[in-house]
C-alpha cells in the first residue's frame, strides 16, 4: 500500500509538551499527518505545523471523538484510503503503523487495532483496570467473533468504505471513539483484527479521564452490547453504492 | 387559576424578549392554559380521580410529574440535536481554516509538499 494513500490522524488537546516530537516521528515514516487541536489553551496547534503536519483547529474542545471525525471527514475529503490514527502523548511507536498497514493487507481487514497488550514490554496496567479491560474484551470477542485482546486501543488503521462511516458518524464519548466504534463495524460486516504493537512511557501530558469518566464509558459500553444501541454503520456494500449513486 | 395567568404572562413576556422561542412559547403557554383550567375543572378532577380511586390532588400530581418528565424528555432530545450540531459545524469550521491557511500558502509561493493528496 502507498503512503500517499495514508493519512496519520493525531488527536491532540493541549499536548505541547509532545506533539511536535510526535508529528516528526511520524512523518519519519513517511506518512503525511494531521493534528487535530482539539481546543487547546497553549501551543499545540503551533507546534504541531511547524513540525509539519496540517493542523485542524477545533474551536471548542470535543473530546477525542470528536477531534477524530474531524480528522476522518479530512482524510475523506482529501481523498486518503487509509487513515491510521494515533494518540499525541508519544505513548504509540510510529514504526508499528507499518506492521497495522501490513495487516490490513495481509488480513484483507477494515479496521486493524494496535494490542497494547500482546508484544514485548507491554503496558503495565492496574488490577481494577485489567478487570475492566477484561469485561470490554469479552464483549468486543462476541462482537467480532474473535479474541480482539485491546479493544480501547487508540493506535488504528482504517480502510474505505469504513473509513467513509467513520467520516459520517462516530461516537463522542470518552472511550466510545475505540470500543463503540469496533463493535458498530463488526456488527456491520467489516473484518476487525488485531496486531501486536510496543508501547512506550507517555512522553508529557495528562490522562484524558478519571474514574467517574471510566465508570461512565463502562456502563455506556454495557448498554452498546447488551441493548444494541449507539453508533451504526452501513455495510460497505451499501456504502460503494451510495458513493456511486452520489 | 391565578398561578397559570401568572405564569402565561411570564412566558409571554419570555417570549417577547425573545429568550424564548415560538415552538417553546407555545408549549409552555398551553401548560400555562393547563393550570389555569384545573382551577376551573376542579369538580372534573374530583370526578376523575373518584373514578380512578384517587385523591384529586394525587391525580393533579401525577398529571402535572408526567407533564414535566414529557418536557424534560423533549428538552434532552432538543439538547442532543443541537450538541450534534454544535460538532459538525465545529468540525467544519477547522476544515475550511485548514483549507484556507493551505491555499493562503500555495499563494505565497510556499512548496506544494505539504498539500494533502486532492480527492
Redesign the interface.
Known amino acids: 500500500m502507498a503512503t500517499s494513500d495514508v493519512v496519520v490522524i493525531i488527536p491532540a488537546h493541549n499536548e505541547a509538551a509532545t506533539v511536535a516530537e510526535v508529528v516528526k516521528a511520524v512523518r519519519a515514516e513517511g506518512f503525511p499527518v494531521v493534528v487535530v487541536d482539539d481546543g487547546s489553551t497553549d501551543a499545540t496547534g503551533e507546534l504541531a505545523e511547524s513540525a509539519g503536519a496540517a493542523v485542524l483547529p477545533l474551536v471548542v474542545n470535543l473530546g477525542v471523538g470528536g477531534a477524530l471525525r474531524c480528522g476522518f471527514r479530512y482524510a475523506v475529503e482529501n481523498g486518503y484510503r487509509v487513515a491510521i490514527q494515533c494518540d499525541a502523548d508519544g505513548q504509540h511507536d510510529p514504526k508499528s503503523m507499518h506492521d497495522l498497514l501490513r495487516a490490513m493487507e495481509e488480513q484483507h481487514a477494515d479496521l486493524v487495532i494496535g494490542n497494547r497488550f500482546a508484544a514485548e514490554g507491554a503496558m503495565p496496567i492496574s488490577r481494577s483496570r485489567r478487570f475492566a479491560m477484561r469485561v470490554l474484551a469479552g464483549a468486543a470477542r462476541r462482537a467480532v467473533g474473535h479474541p480482539i485482546g485491546d479493544a480501547t486501543s487508540g493506535l488504528r488503521a482504517i480502510k474505505s468504505p469504513l473509513l467513509q462511516e467513520f467520516a459520517r458518524e462516530y461516537p463522542a464519548q470518552y472511550l466510545g471513539d475505540t470500543f463503540e466504534a469496533l463493535v458498530a463495524s463488526a456488527r456491520a460486516g467489516y473484518r476487525v483484527v488485531s496486531v501486536p504493537t510496543t508501547i512506550r512511557e507517555r512522553q508529557g501530558g495528562e490522562r484524558s479521564a478519571g474514574t467517574a469518566a471510566s465508570l461512565a464509558f463502562l456502563a455506556r459500553a454495557f448498554l452498546v452490547v447488551t441493548l444494541r444501541i449507539g453508533t451504526r454503520y452501513r455495510p460497505a456494500a451499501a456504502v460503494d453504492g451510495a458513493r456511486v449513486e452520489g | 387559576m391565578l398561578l397559570g395567568v401568572l405564569f402565561a404572562l411570564v412566558i409571554v413576556v419570555l417570549a417577547r424578549f425573545q429568550l424564548l422561542t415560538l415552538r417553546y412559547t407555545l408549549g409552555w403557554f398551553l401548560v400555562a392554559v393547563s393550570i389555569a383550567a384545573s382551577g376551573a375543572l376542579n369538580s372534573v378532577a374530583k370526578l376523575l380521580a373518584n373514578e380512578l380511586d384517587l385523591r384529586p390532588i394525587e391525580l393533579l400530581l401525577g398529571f402535572s410529574l408526567a407533564t414535566l418528565l414529557l418536557i424534560t424528555v423533549q428538552l434532552s432530545i432538543t439538547a442532543s440535536g443541537l450538541t450534534q450540531m454544535?460538532?459538525t459545524v465545529?468540525?467544519s469550521?477547522?476544515?475550511s481554516?485548514?483549507r484556507i491557511?493551505?491555499l493562503e500558502r500555495a499563494g505565497s509561493g510556499v512548496s506544494d509538499a505539504?498539500k494533502?493528496?486532492?480527492?
Open positions: 454544535v460538532r465545529t468540525e469550521l477547522a476544515l481554516e485548514e491557511r493551505r505539504e494533502p493528496v486532492s480527492s
